[in-house]
């Protein structure tokens, strides 16, 4: 039984790795005006100084792509497990759901992280590293909901009406009034983003974030990222105070790349963690 893990751009996993790991990779769209581009063609730090310009909009993959790779992977794969961002904010997992359903010789699962980015990524790499050793789509599934009981993640913005024009923000009537005043800290609730904590200053919401991941590590070997949009040195700095708060816990610097970007704006900041 061979199983084939795929994913969807937003996992931001570097082209590279994701080839070494075996990892396929459907993109995301972004659109400019009339231009659309499939995310993976983007370099991050243009698209930002880009959208400074114009605003852009995303699109989830088309339901043909998926069916061409499944198709494709039915040729050397029994199995496919097929890691999307949150099912509550993109259609993108639907889509590879359907195209599951339509796709000959290959039974294809959908896993729904809740979640985006390289948080998403980390169910991508755990799923790709179980596959290699040989294990079925069952038993994928079965370890990436264990670790699901154990990821977490918190993130703040500039702005908060890019999330809003997108329609992404639920539960916003608890900001209203307060909108543009606070940076609230912003988690998945249910699949959906809404408001963790109002919290009036950047550093603050950072600081509450760290005292969650506080309360994690040390009970069990965690795998920690800090997600930045265009801001890697401040990402940097942070990672620094982190690691000398949580020795133990193994941390990366990833990004908000175009897709995840335009929902959020330039500056956004957020930490995921999970087990290893
Ligand atoms: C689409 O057009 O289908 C894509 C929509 C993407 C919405 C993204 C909303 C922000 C997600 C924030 C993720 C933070 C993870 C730590």
Redesign the pocket.
Known sequence: MKTAIVTDS?AYIPQQQANDKGIHVVP??VTFGTESYAETELDTGEFYGKAREELP????PPVGEFVSLYEKLSEQHDEVVAIH??SG????MAGSKQAGEMAEGVSVHVFDSE???A??GFYALKAAELAEQGMDAKGILAELEEMKQTLR???MVEDLRH?QR?G?LSGAQALVGSMLQIKPL?H?QDKL?VPYEKIRTRKKAMNRIAEELKKDCGKEPLQATV?HANRLEEAEKWKAELELACPDVEFTISH?GP??G???GEG?M?L?WAKK
């Open positions: 937003t995301l769209q909009k995303t699109s989830q961002l949150s904010i993109s259609g993108t979640i985006a980015c948080v998403q993640a918190y993130f999330l997108g992404r912003l998945f983003i997600i908000f897709v995840i335009t929902h959020l956004a957020g995921g």
